[in-house]
Each structure stands twice: as structure tokens, then as C-alpha cells.
């Protein structure tokens, strides 16, 4: 009879990956895994509850906030504060980083970064959205408040990252450093069970995901990638196929499983770009490596980008390796003038 791993069983039985933690790390997992599972049923019954739509402010970023934006924020932060495995807490919705002050969490060595609800433009539609996170060891000294050096860390030094989806199901996905593993929410049983193990890109890719509403806005080398996509060549299995919907989360797990290109670049109406490389970028770029697929801002690699602000946007490029560098080579090859 086959044997269903739990996501609890799963982080126990690999706890030989990062023997370092000595538990921390497994239990700070299990907090995300906890606080995730507290979302997905809210948004289950977002409609029947009357949490759908905006609550009438802005996020640090001058966007609308959704009611399920503030209310996955507060269920994360309340979550992860009632444990005592962080010391600290940045998240997307939020002008500036949280510290824990008291001395239970002035000892934890873990800080988590996180985009409580990614997509929350789709909500209001039932469109899948998801959680971003990204976990990090502190830099200060154990024993004393978090700093907001703590937060500014390559996402290279990323000791864990992972995002949850929620749509017709609901899937945990993360990494520590030795592959990425999903796991399926089973609601009947209240457990996530393994059902995507070592998750790699398909060595070749035929769908691209960026928002062509933006083409005209895009650098010369963007709209040329594009057009050479859209090109009928049999060698090359093109042309590409478009997919996407306005969740990150979603357009990733997608291009993942199947093959495929995310684009987010800068534009004249973003000239940074979009995405948050603290929120957004720096955790999916340690999936898209350690799935064996390649992440960049046009010109290097995002997990060296050294962070100057909380907030911090830039162009992102994520999927298959080979799609990633031809990406790379369109841009390099079309520098504006």
C-alpha cells in the first residue's frame, strides 16, 4: 500500500538538510504551513463572510488594499508572532518591518519576509492567488532587536522560500536549499499530503507569461522577444503559447510544471519594474534555481542583487534556463538608445 507523506512527516524526516536549525527551522514551516491553512478558509468563504473587494486605503505602494489583503497580512503576522521561532517580520502590505520585542523572540535566529496575498486583484473574480514567503537567519546579534540590515539581504543568503496557491486546490511549495517539494491540502483530513516531489522545469518550455496590455510601454528588446515568440518556426516548437493572469503564484506554478517563461520587465509606466525583489522576486528566484530553471533581471542574476530598501522594484525574468538566457540575449542585443 502506497504511503502518503504529511508535510509534517516530510520536514521531520528531512531535517537532516539543514541539521543546523536543531528544529527552529522545521517548527517556523510548520507556523507558515498553520497560517496558511487559516487563509485558505477564509477564502473559501470570502463571499458568505463579505471580505471580498477594498477597504478603501493604500499599501506602502499606492495600491488599493482588498479586504483579504489586510485580513491574510494579520493572520500571518499573528500567527508567526504567537510562536517564537522569528525575531522579525516584513511584509508587502506594510510601510516598515515589525520587530518582536520581548526576549523569547529577541533569541530567535529567523526573520520572515512575505506577500501575504499575491494576485488579490483576482479575488473579487475567484481567480488562483496565493502567499509568497521567504526566510532568512539574522544578521544581529541573537539576543537583541531585529535591524532593518536583517531585511536587506541578498537572496542568496535565502535559507528557505516557498509560496502557497490557493485555486481548485490548495499546494504548499518550498525549498531549503535541496529541491522543491509540493504539497496538496486534503480539507477531509485538515493535513498537506506530498504530491509534487523534486519539482524540476521540463528541460524545454513553449508558454510565455507577461502582460501584453503593457507591449507598448516595454524597452525595444522586450517587444522584439515577444514578436520572436509569437513567430510560427516548427524547429523551434513556436509559437509560444500565452498564458497569463495576474498572479505570480499562479503564472510560476504553471510554467513550472508545464515549461515556460515569466516576464515582469521595467517599462516607461514601471521603470524599476513591478515586482518586489524582498516579497516577490528574491523567493522565486531560489525556487526557480533550486527547480533547475534560471532567474534575472535582464542583466545578472536576481539572487545577487544587494537590497538598498524594503520596498525595493526591479525587472523580472524567471522559467527555463534556455528561455531565460535567449531573454537575456534579446535585451543585451537591443539596448535602447
Not at 85 to 96: F, N, P
Request: include cysteine; glycine fraction near 10%; charge should be neutral.
Amino acid at each position: 500500500m502506497e504511503r502518503h507523506i504529511t508535510l509534517g512527516e516530510f520536514i521531520i524526516e528531512n531535517q537532516k538538510d539543514f541539521p543546523y536549525a536543531k528544529g527552529d527551522l522545521s517548527a517556523l514551516l510548520s507556523s507558515i504551513k498553520l497560517a496558511g491553512k487559516m487563509v485558505n478558509k477564509s477564502i473559501n468563504k470570502a463571499g458568505l463572510a463579505q471580505i471580498l473587494g477594498k477597504v478603501g486605503k493604500e499599501n506602502i505602494q499606492g495600491e488599493s488594499q482588498a479586504k483579504m489583503d489586510v485580513m491574510a497580512n494579520d493572520v500571518f503576522i499573528s500567527t508567526l508572532r504567537n510562536r517564537g521561532e522569528i525575531c522579525g517580520l516584513a511584509s508587502e502590505e506594510l510601510e516598515d518591518y515589525v520587530a518582536f520585542e520581548d526576549d523569547i523572540h529577541k533569541e530567535a535566529k529567523y526573520i520572515v519576509l512575505m506577500d501575504p496575498l499575491d494576485g488579490s486583484s483576482n479575488i473579487d473574480v475567484d481567480i488562483t492567488i496565493g502567499t509568497i514567503f521567504s526566510i532568512y537567519h539574522r544578521i544581529s546579534p541573537i539576543g537583541t532587536r531585529v535591524t532593518k540590515e536583517d531585511f536587506l539581504q541578498p537572496g542568496k543568503n535565502q535559507v528557505a522560500a516557498g509560496y502557497l496557491i490557493y485555486g481548485t486546490s490548495t499546494i504548499l511549495v518550498y525549498t531549503t536549499g535541496n529541491g522543491v517539494n509540493g504539497f496538496t491540502f486534503d480539507p477531509g483530513i485538515g493535513s498537506f499530503f506530498l504530491s509534487h516531489p523534486n519539482m524540476k522545469f521540463p528541460k524545454e518550455g513553449s508558454i510565455y507569461s507577461v502582460n501584453e496590455g503593457n507591449y507598448i510601454h516595454f524597452p525595444k528588446g522586450i517587444k522584439k522577444l515577444i514578436k520572436w515568440m509569437q513567430e510560427l518556426d516548427k524547429d523551434s516548437n513556436r509559437p509560444y503559447t500565452a498564458r497569463y493572469t495576474g498572479s505570480l503564484v499562479a503564472d510560476f506554478h504553471r510554467n513550472m510544471l508545464m515549461g515556460g517563461l515569466y516576464l515582469y520587465p521595467q517599462g516607461s509606466t514601471a521603470p524599476k519594474g513591478k515586482l518586489r525583489l524582498l516579497y516577490e522576486c528574491n523567493p522565486m528566484a531560489f525556487l526557480t534555481e533550486q527547480a533547475g530553471g534560471k532567474a534575472s533581471d535582464g542583466k545578472g542574476r536576481i539572487l545577487d542583487i544587494i537590497p538598498k530598501e524594503l520596498h525595493e522594484r526591479v525587472p523580472f525574468i524567471c522559467g527555463n534556463s534556455e528561455m531565460v538566457v535567449n531573454a537575456e540575449k534579446f535585451i543585451r542585443e537591443n539596448k535602447e538608445d
